[in-house]
């Protein structure tokens, strides 16, 4: 193609519609067709990354390929693409004014007055557009953060409307708006959605398709109403009801049409076959599914599931593909005592205890790990999960009652969890953990390369402390494996205990590499053994 296409969604009435979702969706669909896609999200607040944001703040933070610390939504936006995010899908207000600010310490603006119009407006722009650019791609789709109408995003809006007078017909912008229903009238009202185009009209900014997130089915009177008044075409109004599974709203906004009303206002052909079989089968299997398999999910931040979101999707893409139904219990570790453990954990196939930072909750995991070892309970240690095992291992198995890690405790005489040499000296939180791809030699004989089916993998990773490994001859003498190491470093990856049904721990997230067509090795062989419970 040569013209890059620029899909822009914004969103209204309030927030948490589902931006992320849409398009995802709607990426998912043009890739079927046969075009290159990528998705990008601007996000208003000040902070450089997400990456020292409390999760209560944001939910979970997804770990990009090559290190960058971004928001949950890139992880919506790899599982349902299957192609690897980087530093370039993802801008914050503060990274966007950090550009600017170095730009013009650096003489580049030559003495001008540095203002919101043009310069961070054009940076803004120059991030959209350098994507496609650097690789090739046929669709750019950029989600807007936040709500229109929240001042912080205004920068981000008006790029949007200069982008869409200087690309013309090679833009398409899509509003997604609710549409509430009251019961006492048994009426779906249709002012707040006319009011926020009023608003996003007023900033310059014409959607050219309305997805109206709704709890019930819209009728064609609705769609001529909303059309009317929001001067958009009534086929272009198009319905978004609530989706028993994300996984499903690729097919929904499918029957609206909506990416055949994209491709048609971009002077796309709209004849290419759509191949949706692959993901039509992996929801056939997730809908016949009705085994359960109870796994309970260990952490500190069990009220909030976002916290943990690419885990919970990695665990249901496994659960599909075992032909199972997940039923996952969030467990809060801070609740776990000795004398509650039992009655915690009751009934569980398997448990997953949860990375996350701090001393918050880690008595609870500890215990947690000391039951389901002892009861031979499938478990998978992630992050501090792992570096919890490898805690209780020392404390119940080695006899060391005072290891820890010097996370927690900087003077135990058991360091069995220490510091990473090359972070001793980092003062600043932000971008400064091991971060992204590594890779990770695995040994032949373990349960973890009869799981991935090679001996080479690559894992991301989020950390900053590790196995110690002048312990690793006493732990594994004890029967706990190292089985996976990093062949330049050779910092401990993986353990495991190869007496039991399954007790691995990683020190890197499987989760962030677990799509809906391509399900993380890992999780599938821990949800696999978990069945046969």
Known sequence: MADTKYIFVTGGVVSSLGKGILSASLGKLLQSRGFKVTIQKFDPYINIDPGTLNPYE??????????????????????????????????????IYQNVIQKERHGDYLGKTVQVIPHITDEIKR?????????????????????????????????????????????FCIHLAYLPYLSTTKELKTKPVQHSVKQLQELGVQPDALVLRTEHPINQDIRKKVALFCNVAEEAVV??????????????????????????????PTDTFSDMEPWKQFLDKLKKATKPVRIGLVGKYAELSDAYKSIIESLNHAAVYNDRKLELELIHSQYITETNVNQKLAGLDGVVVAPGFGSRGIDGKIISLKYTRENNIP???????????????????????????????????????????????????????????????????SRAYKAYGKEKIQERHRHRFEFNDKFRAEFESAGMKCTGTNPETNLVEMIEMPE??????CQFHPEYNSTVLKPNPLFLDFIKVCSQA
């Open 127 to 171: 991030c959209v557009r350098s994507i496609a650019s650097k690789n090739k791609f046929d669709i750019v789709i950029t989600e807007i953060g936040g709500t229109v109408g929240d001042i912080e995003s205004l920068p981000f809006i008006e790029s949007v409307r200069q982008l869409k007078w200087e690309l013309g017909k090679n833009c």
């Open 239 to 268: 319905e978004c009801i609530d989706a028993p599974s994300i996984y499903e709203v690729p097919l929904f906004m499918q029957r609206e049409g909506l990416d055949r009303i994209v491709l048609e206002k971009l002077g796309l």
């Open 500 to 505: 039991l049904k399954w007790y691995i721990g």
């Open 379 to 445: 478990t998978l240690g992630i992050c501090l999960g792992m570096q919890c095992m490898v805690i209780e291992f020392a404390r119940n198995v080695l006899g060391y009652p005072e290891a820890n890690s010097t996370e927690m405790d900087p003077s135990t005489p058991k360091n069995v969890i220490d510091i990473m040499e090359d972070q001793k000296n980092i003062s600043d939180y932000g971008g400064t953990m091991r971060l992204g791809n590594y890779e990770c030699r695995l040994d032949k004989t």
């Open 58 to 95: 944001h939910g979970e933070c997804y770990v990009c390929s090559d290190g960058h610390e971004a928001d949950l939504d890139l992880g919506h936006y790899e599982r349902f693409l299957n192609v690897p995010t980087t530093k370039a899908n993802n801008f914050t207000t503060g990274r």
